[in-house]
């Protein structure tokens, strides 16, 4: 991605693209997350969409909570559009997020049991397994808690 890589708060016309991109991708097909679930989640009270840009495109999105856990800061979603994967985005997001939330001490976020790909993801950016939610949103997979303390 380079520097081309842009993020800002999402602009109205935004929702709809990162909710498709939602509806269209996993985890949120496994979790049975369809395109109204998708728009609903995006627009929850106390959250902030962000969407990351090259060449003034979206390529991916992070939903912040900023008092979501513990009233701590929570990753409510993240997600990177099928093309742009493997290319950085998922990084800069979530570097994004800590600094956005720079001096609240903690961030969290869950991930799905079956979501290898992002568990991965999380673990090299220093985030560490806290808790575990057995059949939270579908039967037979957990999501697991994430923490990172931040400066």
Same mark, same amino acid.
């Given at each position: ?10 602009? #109205? ?5 990162? %909710? +498709? ?7 949120? $097909?496994? @979790?049975?997350? !369809? ?9 929850? #009270? ?5 969407? %990351? +840009? ?7 999105? $992070?939903? @912040?909570?900023? !008092? ?84």
């Amino acid at each position: 991605m380079g520097t081309s890589l842009h993020i800002e708060a999402a602009a #109205p016309d935004d929702y709809e693209w990162c %909710a +498709r991109v939602m509806a269209s991708t996993e985890p949120w $097909i496994t @979790l049975c997350r !369809y395109l109204e679930e998708c728009r609903a989640a995006l627009v929850r #009270p106390g959250t902030e969409l962000f969407v %990351a +840009r090259t060449e003034d495109l979206p390529v991916g999105f $992070i939903l @912040l909570a900023s !008092y979501g856990l513990a009233g701590s800061p929570y990753i409510a979603s993240i997600a990177v559009a099928g093309d742009a994967r493997g290319q950085g985005v998922g990084s800069r997001l979530l570097r994004f997020a800590e600094e956005h939330f720079a001096g609240r001490g903690h961030i969290f976020l869950c991930v799905s049991s079956f979501n290898q790909g992002a568990q991965q993801l999380y673990r090299r950016h220093g985030y560490e397994f806290v808790g575990e939610l057995h059949d939270y949103v579908v039967p037979g997979h957990s999501e697991l808690i994430l923490h990172k303390s931040l400066p």
